[in-house]
């Protein structure tokens, strides 16, 4: 039976509540005796959070806290002892989930919390196809719309943010670390606003407001099928030539270790958006 099971996140009872960790199985809750939270977390610790098991970060069942509506698998358990009793609860929200066959709704008797990460403008925030989160100091938003290099820089500045700038070691593996902790973000390549000078410099620089800062960190892959990147190769990956440069931009891939890639900028992808300091 263990190995039906599926490698994903799964819901526990556990949530923050009364400034403390609570499991919210059966009144009065009680507070967490045993965590097993993954360094760094809990991230959130506000009313709103809930605990998960995370079954497929190195198969470890370590913890992670997420905040809001996110839709993963859970893990029910028997009630031992005690009389069951029913008690009216007032409603305090209603959420309908769709699916392609049925349509589903829910009532919950948990007050609902809106949670509005920092510097999060509301046109990235309300869009369900972009995943907002608070990490660190700013505000990072996962698209899983897809766009060429200008329209998905053209997406971030409508809400008031930017391309991802990825400006250290510390923050790549921020951004690939939290991909790994949370459900939701696909594996995929995500572009940032990192791109080819197009006046003239020739050097990597990221376009997020001028003067353009050049490169001072990367994390290029230092393998792909035609050598290390940058390689400059057009999408049918026979013709590379560092003339083709300023059609290149860089995206972040989450599949290889959050690793670096050259791509052109007409491809369509994913992309993240950052909140502007």
Known sequence: MIELLSTDYYWTSGKYSNNRWEWASTEPFQSL??????????????????????FNFNNTGLW????????????CESIGGGTPTTTDAT???TTTVTTKATTETTKSTTTSTTYQPFNCPNYLQDNFDVLCWTLGNKCY????????????????????MALLKIES????????NHYLATPGITQDIYWTSGRYSRDGNKEWEWATAPPYA???YTNWSPTSTSGPQPDFC???GSDCNPAYAEQF??????????????VVNTQAMNFICESIA
Request: proline fraction near 4%.
């Open 64 to 75: 992670f806290d997420e905040i809001g509506p996110t839709i993963i698998l859970l893990i």
């Open 169 to 176: 070691s510390q923050e790549n593996d921020l951004i690939y």
């Open 141 to 160: 938003c996962f698209s899983q719309l897809k766009r060429d290099w200008a329209g998905a820089n053209s997406f971030c500045r409508g809400g008031s």
């Open 234 to 236: 057009l999408p049918n």
């Open 33 to 54: 005796n045993y965590t097993n939270w993954f360094t760094g977390e809990p991230s959130h610790s506000q009313t709103g959070s809930f605990a998960y098991i995370n």
């Open 91 to 93: 409603t305090a929200s």
């Open 249 to 262: 931009s860089v995206d972040i891939f989450f599949l290889f270790d959050g690793r670096w890639y050259d």
């Open 214 to 216: 050049k490169f001072n």
